[in-house]
């Protein structure tokens, strides 16, 4: 079985600019989530979508949103990127809810 | 309340030894407790998880205690190996996965 995908592996963006990733889930998953991980603040909980529906969020500013398409696939975008958004996005997939999660290998993001 | 505190932030080991890793919570309502692996520059992997209405996991060399009335789990490695190293984290979920700060393990040879 394939894992979880995430597409691109490494951004380069500028201050103000936004940006959108990517992520495939493991198949007949249908719950994907997305965190942020840094060194200074670890790895933190962006949101949860299942079945198209954001079902949970963590204590992010408006400007980090996301999507989820009916085939399971989700995007995840950041609008007037800040330097502070430098990170690795990490997104997780699971069969049903937040249990037995599984990462894919990140979204290396630069802002520059 | 949401937090998960881990300890230590590094650890050094010889081959052959036991890797300890101590975390703790305060939220009761937590009722899944995952252990993660993270290399350099992958995503983290799923090493073990456990339910609170256990006390032990054992999978292969690896371990999870749990002891609901301190509200603490530990990860425990057995015959450590240099492949071992790496960040560990632990991790505690009601409707979303909070993660301790990670440790990172180092298993000299």
Redo the contacts between chains.
Sequence with gaps: KAG?TQTPRYLIKTRGQQVTLSCSPISGHRSV?W?QQTPGQ????LF?YFSETQ??K?NFPGRFSGRQFSNSRSEMNVSTLELGDSALY?C?SSLDG?????????TRLTVT | QQQVKQSPQSLIVQKGGISIINCAYENTAFDYFPWYQQFPGKGPALLIAIRPDVSEKKEGRFTISFNKSAKQFSLHIMDSQPGDSATYFCAASTEKLVFGKGTKLTVNP
């Excluded at chain 1, 670890?42 to 909980?45: H, I, T, V």
């Excluded at chain 1, 249990?99 to 990140?106: D, I, L, N, S, T």
């Design positions: 979880v989530s965190y670890g790895l933190q909980f949860e079902r949970n963590g990490l997780a937040l249990y037995e999660q599984y990462f894919g290998p990140g």
